[in-house]
């Protein structure tokens, strides 16, 4: 079953690169290069558009900002590398919440601690595959398009009843001066209660978000104990970041897989 999961995992991983060099490619293509039925391919697509990794046409996917594919190829691979490095701070028996970031539901998909305990606000949880490791509960609440997230009274009082070892939050943007703010008004009551209601911090952002200020704030800069980011900070912004408050700060390469892979020589 493991060696099923990590074969899944890789396809995926794969499929993203091919779409990083070709920007689209279709169903069929994907069914013949990896010896697969169509049926698999989509069940994998529709995985990787629910990450936010590409867009649906009939027969083929395109992978999101095509137009700005160096920047966003880079963003894709790090927000994968940042889920994978997080899931590295999940230990045995955790509770942890997990807001409606997709960068901070992907580190489900690599949680190997046991027993754990997920309570999210994000209703795309109920697309992942089931882990034995892992226990997922929706907190119920408003569900308000296309982010699939669930706010309002009913949401922040499932939370307000927990007290979680950890939290796993993304945000829109992370400043000195203005701390965790977010691009959407309901969210930020939601991610303010689960920084209040867990012992450890973690903040999962990749480093074009380092430096921006959105609309709405839900978090102080010193109330950050971990920061996961990629090299794409630069020394200086970190320098600020710990000035100003953050206990730790872990920069990961933006890479999809530790696997060698070339896409275009394997699409050939």
Do not use: W
């Amino acid at each position: 079953m493991k060696r099923s999961k990590a074969l899944v995992a890789s396809r995926r991983d794969e499929i993203t690169a091919i779409l990083e060099v070709r920007g689209q490619v279709s169903v069929a293509e994907l069914a013949e290069h990896f010896d697969v039925s169509a049926l698999t391919i989509r069940r994998d697509l529709d995985y990787l558009e629910s990450q936010q990794v590409l867009t649906r046409q009939y027969g083929t996917a395109t992978l999101l900002n095509p137009f700005g594919r160096p920047s966003g190829s880079r963003q894709i691979r790090a927000n994968k590398a940042i889920a994978r490095e997080a899931a590295r701070h999940v230990e045995d028996g955790d509770c942890i919440f997990i807001n409606t970031s997709s960068t901070a539901l992907g580190l489900l998909e690599f949680i190997t601690a046991q027993d754990v305990t997920v309570i999210t606000n994000n209703g795309k949880a109920l697309m992942l595959e089931e882990r034995q490791n892992v226990s997922v509960l929706l907190t119920g609440g408003e569900i308000r398009p296309p982010r699939a997230s669930m706010t309002g009274e009913i949401a922040m009082e499932t939370i307000k009843r927990v007290t979680a070892a950890k939290s796993f939050l993304g945000c829109t943007g992370l400043s000195a001066n203005f701390g965790l703010t977010s691009a959407t008004s309901p969210e930020p009551a939601i991610n303010s209660v689960m920084l209040e209601h867990s012992k450890q911090h973690v903040i999962l952002a990749d480093s074009s978000k380092i430096g921006l200020t959105s609309s709405f704030q839900f978090g102080s800069i010193d109330e950050i104990d971990l920061l996961i980011t990629d090299t794409g900070i630069s020394d200086d912004q970190v320098q600020l970041l710990k000035a100003y408050g953050i206990k730790e700060i872990v920069r990961v390469e933006p890479v999809l897989s530790p696997i060698d892979y070339d896409p275009i020589t394997a699409m050939r």
